[in-house]
């Protein structure tokens, strides 16, 4: 009954290739994020969705996509894959509810890029 | 000036010790705080929340907000090995919808 789930957990591929990574939350919440989180620690917001709708689009390259096909789901295509791209990915439900407004995280997507 | 500043540490303590962890922010809008715990290699776990100014317990673990200072603190007593983590301090306020995050607050814990 895992709450925000991630696949795949690790992804080791070569520059130049197309990869997906897949998120799904049972929370029933309507907002989803992505996020980067470098070598450093620092997270950095990357795109989020609103049932459905893209509502954050930040300075992400355009080698990435988002694409959510329903609340409960949001997806990342990353084209042509670069050696920058190595991070670990980390997708986000967020409740809001009255005096409420937090984000659970999932388990991360380890992406290296050789 | 960064919206969120944490010093980043690293921080050890003996086993036992009380932690003390702090954020200082720049916008007064912020209405909503967390802290969050990140295990090597792991997602960031949700650890505490308080909305507004005030204290929050929760066993071992202590939050304050001081809005009119910009400060927010987590105490963590008698600490333990397992608590060795990054933690991460995150504000947002009602009608934004991104979090802002401070640097992360590495936390060792020696037995």
């Known amino acids: 009954d895992t709450a925000v789930s991630q696949t795949p957990k690790y992804l080791v591929t070569q520059m130049g290739n197309d990869k997906s990574i897949k998120c799904e939350q049972n929370?029933?919440?309507?907002?989803m994020y992505w996020y980067k989180q470098d070598s450093k620690k620092f997270l950095k917001i990357m795109f989020s969705?609103?049932?459905?709708?893209?509502?954050i689009n930040e300075t992400v390259p355009n080698r990435f996509s988002p694409k959510s096909p329903d609340k409960a789901h949001l997806n990342l295509h990353i084209n042509s894959l670069e050696l920058g791209d190595s991070a670990v990915y980390f997708c986000?439900?967020?409740?809001?509810?009255?005096?409420?407004?937090?984000?659970?995280f999932g388990p991360g997507t380890r992406l290296t890029v050789l | 000036q960064k919206e969120v500043e944490q010093d980043p540490g690293p921080l050890s303590v003996p086993e036992g010790a009380i932690v003390s962890l702090n954020c200082t922010y720049s916008?007064?809008?912020?209405?909503?705080f967390m802290w969050y715990r990140q295990y090597s290699r792991k997602g960031p776990e949700l650890l505490m929340y308080?909305?507004?100014?005030g204290n929050k317990e929760d066993g071992r673990f202590t939050a304050q907000v001081d809005k009119s200072s910009k400060y927010i603190s987590l105490f963590i007593r008698d600490s333990q090995p397992s608590d060795s983590a990054t933690y991460l301090c995150?504000?947002?306020?009602?009608?934004?919808?991104?979090?802002?995050f401070g640097k992360g607050n590495q936390v060792v814990v020696i037995p």
């Open positions: 308080t909305y507004s100014s």
């Open positions: 995150a504000m947002s306020f009602y009608g934004n919808n991104r979090l802002a």
């Open positions: 969705y609103n049932n459905k709708e893209l509502i």
């Open positions: 929370l029933g919440h309507d907002t």
């Open positions: 986000a439900s967020r409740r809001t509810s009255g005096d409420t407004d937090t984000q659970y």
């Open positions: 916008n007064s809008a912020f209405q909503y």
